[in-house]
């Protein structure tokens, strides 16, 4: 296991959640690091993603002032901050990494990705 995501659980609309990412054997400061989500009957999809060079960050429109991506390289982690959670954020959340710089536009294809931790199921009730 090279990544373990955690943080996930319960809540209701309105609240927040942190989402966590350790790497295990592995160090993120120097990978390309994403968190996807998915739905139940519905495909994964890109929520959020930090490039290894240079730290910026993308968001898809969906959560794009709610969440925010951030590393800690002490800690060897890579967080996701979800605010304002909304029942539509109901879902099984996955980080995901790559090795190195991605470019810009693999960055939310999921097939850029060759790492991935285990999910951790977030639930917002209305």
């Known amino acids: 296991v090279q990544l373990q995501a955690s943080g996930g659980g319960l809540v209701q609309a309105g609240a927040s959640l942190r989402l966590s990412c350790a790497g295990s054997?592995?160090?993120?400061?120097?990978?390309?690091v994403a968190w996807f989500r998915q739905a139940p009957g519905k495909e994964r999809e890109f929520v959020a993603g930090?490039?290894?060079?240079?730290?910026?960050?993308y968001y898809a429109d969906s959560v794009k002032g709610r969440f925010t991506i951030s590393r800690d390289n002490a800690e060897n982690t890579v967080y996701l901050q979800m605010s304002s959670l909304k029942p539509e954020d109901t879902a099984v959340y996955y980080c995901?990494?790559?090795?190195?710089?991605?470019?810009?536009?693999?960055?939310?294809?999921?097939?850029?990705?060759?790492?991935w931790g285990q999910g951790t199921l977030v639930t917002v009730s209305s």
């Open positions: 995901a990494a790559k090795s190195g710089q991605i470019i810009l536009s693999s960055l939310r294809n999921e097939l850029s990705y060759d790492y």
């Open positions: 930090v490039r290894w060079r240079g730290g910026n960050t």
């Open positions: 054997g592995r160090t993120l400061s120097t990978d390309s």
